[in-house]
T-cell receptor, first 117, second 116 residues
Framework: DADVTQTPRNRITKTGKRIMLECSQTKGHDRMYWYRQDPGLGLRLIYYSFDVKDINKGEISDGYSVSRQAQAKFSLSLESAIPNQTALYFC????????????????FGPGTRLTVL | AQKITQTQPGMFVQEKEAVTLDCTYD???????LFWYKQPSSGEMIFLIY??????QNATEGRYSLNFQKARKSANLVISASQLGDSAMYFC?????????????FGAGTRLTVKP
């Protein structure tokens, strides 16, 4: 079984709908992240969480919200989807690096392809 | 400001040859980590290799090595003995500062095509 899973893998929805993307991990990592990927722009961080009680905004959090239900689960919500939120969404996890110099490697889920019509 | 620059949108290499994918970065923080990820056509992001700013030696992982030139702020990925399965998008990324900083920035990527 994959260490980081995302559901759904593909979703087509309409403008104005509320959408939730879910991420689960079995790696035992405390840190979880949500990114979106657009062609030519690489990945951009939406939200991240250091532990269940910690939620932080990333580079592009507007229009999104998250919930950390448990150490292993981190959900991303689009409250009212719009077409420019059409993208590939990735969840990632990491554990604190032993040297403490930003070394914690992030491991990614398979991605969710979201299309907003 | 763009912190990670990958200047090669696409690269071609003959099977069994070596290829270098370029990455330059911009930071004033003396502590940072550099990462390379592979994204095959199936879409998943696969971690390849990591280099810390204080590491004295270039990182290596099997056929992957990172040519780290700190003064030039470059962190090029070298893939030796290319295989058809290496055809994919490759992303360079950097995280600055301590473990409490999760501002991981990615480059726009390089699409590598390995020719038989």
């Amino acid at each position: 079984d994959a260490d980081v899973t995302q559901t759904p893998r593909n979703r087509i929805t309409k403008t104005g709908k509320r959408i939730m993307l879910e991420c689960s991990q079995t790696k035992g990592h405390d840190r979880m992240y949500w990114y979106r990927q657009d062609p030519g722009l690489g990945l951009r961080l939406i939200y991240y969480s250091f532990d269940v009680k910690d939620i932080n905004k990333g580079e592009i959090s507007d229009g999104y919200s998250v919930s950390r239900q448990a150490q292993a689960k981190f959900s991303l919500s689009l409250e009212s989807a719009i077409p420019n939120q059409t993208a590939l969404y990735f969840c990632a996890t990491s554990d604190i690096g032993t040297s403490g110099i930003g070394t914690d490697t992030q491991y990614f889920g398979p991605g969710t392809r979201l299309t907003v019509l | 400001a763009q912190k990670i620059t990958q200047t090669q949108p696409g690269m071609f290499v003959q099977e069994k040859e070596a290829v270098t994918l370029d990455c330059t970065y911009d930071t004033s923080d003396p502590s940072y980590g550099l990462f390379w990820y592979k994204q095959p056509s199936s879409g998943e992001m696969i971690f390849l290799i990591y280099q810390g700013s204080y590491d004295q030696q270039n990182a290596t992982e099997g056929r992957y090595s990172l040519n780290f030139q700190k003064a030039r702020k470059s962190a090029n990925l070298v893939i030796s003995a290319s295989q058809l399965g290496d055809s994919a998008m490759y992303f360079c990324a950097m995280r600055e500062g301590t473990y409490n900083n999760n501002d991981m920035r990615f480059g726009a990527g390089t699409r590598l095509t390995v020719k038989p």
